[in-house]
């Protein structure tokens, strides 16, 4: 596999418009030269108009495999994520069995690899089935083939202190950071969505953004305490927001995500019951959204992760109280993110790669995705193309489940190819099956 | 009107209409012959996920009085507690002909999924879904206030009137109750003010958007308002104990601050009535020197709610103008056969 692409009048990070020539998995040649160099059999792309950013880095995917395989497959979700611009995935604990040993997840990196639609990097859960009572074997796992560097029980929280400072503390061992997933359990037992205004109508039970709060707060100053790196999950609130600010005010080695969803959706939506708004932590109110918009510009927030969870149609369409938590988004986070931030003018081109693939990298310590757009790094890349508008329909997602908050939606941006070590899994806007095949 | 879900999609003009309508329903319950042959041929279905024997009898008999054929479909001993699915109920009884489902569910919002899912044509009656909407409730509750504290206190023709100017105090545990949340709904649509007093842990977070004042204290709420009516809420006595939420220390205390005794009975003004949407606790919320008093109208409350489900069946399947007087006796069907 040396098929050559040149990209033609392409804007890296939505800059100045250059040729870059992409061979031997590498990024080749950039500017002029490049189609001199490109030779006979270079695929030319014709890229007017076109972006060009680092592939995207996903820490916070549900690939659910093994386990739930009627829901999605470690195949069906990376061909999504490719789709989506990913080049690659974090893929979470809460599988059946528990992502929880070196075998587990040696399986499902090597099954990623075996896909070969993104890089599969497997996060391992931070106590025995996720019940919150005793590590797992951190050390196996990041000794593993898999060379696990998140851990995370996320779906749960790490609620004991005691067991969350001894992960902070365990895993610098191999540089290793705990991604929690922070709720209280007390508070927000039974709980269906936000608490406020909208839940105090509709009658269901509230999950307070306290609950999320309250343990930010406390892991925030147990990685100061101990010396820790400490990744907050896809936070929600205005108040976490400001917690995060402070503490890395104080220098605080804490990063936090927020998703696709949290920054365009609330709480509103819970008003017609339709699960497919059911989500966890759960959509809030617009001075969230703002807040949570705001943080994400001026750095407080490090990154945006999808928190990619589908399910199936029978635990989505039923009565609100009975459904799963969770919403897919491999597919419409890059869309999402441009419409909020980009479209109105808050972040750049640059600032959308810093916050969905260098900082995602960065955290999640993969060295070779998220590197700049130069001459000889990866060709781990994505081409988009933000002038185009398109309407979402589930079951046109590669996704095997279609619970997309964002059905009948016109988004903005459309990503058009994602080259993976210089090989394209998407071209077109069409995944590339067939080279995936003999990539193999 | 095709469905009644909640109490918040009843502007005043439908909820006086359907209050008119019960109350010539009412009219016709008590002549000798009360059935009326109206919904002759249809088929209501009481689709019953909680076990509620009062709500299920009330629609039972409004239906039957209206002649419509009934099927009490209760989740206990049924395919539902082997797993069937909200979805494939729904589908059981679209396939059996429902014109109509009444749904009792534990999870809030069931009956708004039942309606929009797709699954039924039938119209959908939210006869209680979790902590959310209760609306007959509310309307009888609504009837009952009208009925006695609307005109010169009763034997007036009350047919057109709202509620504007009345003052009704709600105690007790406005955060589970879905008959709290249907009240303030429909009487701020009805015209009355409304004040909901519980102790704090009772009240949800998120009330300060609800038309109504909240009050921490049974005895100042009847001093400051003087309510024209007192509606007591079923408190459960597990939600004292830390497993049911802790939401108040024990019983004793919830009745000293809460309980409908003599005292505060005899504290009210002279004309204001006692309601309570039942089952009652006894000697919790309410002692039994003001649930047996003649001012309250708990017994009166039972006997409404079939003429207002009558109302709302009728309106909902037969959605044509109300009976009149001498329907039964313009049709064949004369005899009772229930």
């Known amino acids: 596999m040396s098929t050559r692409y040149l990209l033609l009048d392409v804007a890296p990070l939505g800059g100045e418009a250059t040729d870059v020539l992409l061979a031997d998995g590498v990024i080749a040649v950039i500017g002029e030269d490049a189609q001199a160099q490109a030779g006979d059999d270079a695929t030319v792309l014709d890229c007017h108009g076109l972006v060009l950013l680092p592939g995207l880095v996903d820490l916070h995917t549900h690939l659910r495999e093994p386990g739930r395989e009627d829901a999605e497959t470690i195949r069906s979700g990376t061909r999504a994520a490719a789709l989506g611009g990913f080049t690659a995935v974090h893929a979470m604990a809460n599988t059946t069995p528990t992502q929880d040993t070196a075998g587990v997840v040696e399986q499902v ?50 609620h004991d202190p005691v067991v969350m400072r001894r992960a902070l503390e365990y895993v610098k061992a191999f540089d290793g950071v705990v991604a929690q997933h922070a709720q209280e359990p007390r508070l927000t037992e039974g709980a269906q969505m936000h608490e406020g205004v909208v839940s105090a109508e509709l009658g269901l039970a509230g999950w307070p953004a306290v609950a999320e709060e309250a343990i930010i707060a406390r892991d925030v100053l147990l990685a100061e305490h101990v010396g820790s790196r400490l990744h907050v999950c896809h936070l929600s609130t205005a108040g976490s927001v400001e917690i995060i600010r402070w503490a890395k005010s104080r220098g605080i080695d804490v990063t936090a995500e927020v998703t696709p969803h949290h920054l365009i959706l609330t709480d509103e939506l819970a008003r017609g019951y339709d699960p497919v708004y059911k989500v966890n932590p759960p959509l809030r109110t617009q001075r969230d959204v703002e807040a949570v918009r705001a943080g994400l510009e001026d750095g407080t927030i490090d990154i945006v992760a999808t928190d990619h969870a589908p399910h199936t149609r029978e635990d989505k369409d039923c009565e609100w109280a009975a459904a799963a938590f969770g919403m897919t988004g491999l597919e419409t986070a890059l869309s999402v993110v441009q419409e909020t931030m980009v479209d109105t003018g808050r972040m750049t081109w640059a600032d959308v790669a810093r916050v969905l693939s ?33 309407t ?28 993976l070590r210089g090989r394209a899994t998407v071209l077109d806007g069409s995944p590339c099956d067939e080279s995936v095949v003999v990539s193999r | 009107m095709r469905h009644l879900l909640s109490t918040a999609d009843l502007d005043v003009a439908e909820a006086v209409r359907i209050l008119d309508t019960a109350g010539q329903m009412a009219a016709t319950q008590a002549r000798e012959i009360k059935k009326l042959p109206t919904l002759r041929g249809r088929t209501v279905v009481n689709l019953f996920f909680e076990d509620s024997t009062r709500t299920r009898i009330s629609f039972e008999t409004a239906a039957k009085r209206l002649s419509a054929d009934v099927i009490n479909f209760s989740a206990k001993g049924s395919s539902v507690s082997k797993g069937e699915s909200l979805k494939d109920t729904a589908l059981t009884l679209q396939a059996m002909g429902a014109d109509a489902v009444v749904i009792r569910h534990h999870a809030s919002g069931a009956p708004h999924t039942l309606a929009h899912g797709g699954w039924t044509t039938g119209s959908v009656v939210n006869a209680g879904d979790g902590t959310h909407q209760h609306p007959t409730q509310a309307l009888l509750d609504a009837y009952t206030l009208r009925r006695h504290l609307v005109g010169d206190g009763g034997r007036a023709d009350v047919s057109g009137r709202d509620l504007t100017g009345l003052r009704v105090a709600i105690v007790g545990d406005v955060l589970h109750s879905r008959v709290a949340r249907s009240n303030v709904q429909l009487l701020h649509t009805l015209g009355a003010e409304v004040t909901l007093v519980a102790p704090p842990t009772l009240v949800p977070v998120g009330v300060e958007a609800w038309p109504a004042r909240v009050s921490y204290h049974l005895d100042e709420a009847i001093a400051d308002d003087k309510p024209d009516a007192i509606m007591m809420l079923r408190v459960q006595r597990e939600r004292m104990s830390s497993a049911g939420g802790g939401f108040f220390p024990s019983p004793l205390e919830y009745t000293r601050g809460y309980g409908l005794d003599a005292r505060r009975l005899a504290s009210l003004p002279e004309h204001a009535i006692v309601l309570h949407p039942g089952p009652m606790n006894r000697g919790l919320e309410i002692s039994a020197d003001a649930a047996d008093s003649s001012r309250a109208v708990i017994v009166e409350q039972v006997a409404n709610g079939v003429a207002v489900r009558m109302a709302v069946l009728y309106l909902l399947l037969a959605g044509g103008d109300a009976p009149t007087s001498s329907q039964p006796g313009t049709t064949n069907e004369t005899k009772v056969d229930a």
């Open chain 1, 358 to 390: 260098t900082a995602p990298a960065r955290i999640g310590r993969v060295s070779d995705h998220g590197r700049p757009i130069a001459v000889g790094e990866p060709a781990n890349l994505v081409l988009v193309d933000p002038a185009a508008r398109r």
């Open chain 1, 392 to 419: 979402v329909e589930p079951e046109q997602q590669a996704t095997k489940s279609v619970n997309s908050p964002f059905r009948g939606r016109d988004l903005s941006g459309c990503v058009i190819a994602t080259f």
């Open chain 1, 109 to 158: 990196w090597r099954l990623g690899r075996e896909a070969g639609w993104v890089d599969v990097h497997p996060v391992g859960a931070v106590t025995v089935g996720l019940e919150g009572e005793r590590l797992a074997e951190l050390g196996a796992m990041a000794e593993s083939q898999a060379q696990v560097r998140v851990f995370s029980d996320d779906g749960k929280c790490v």
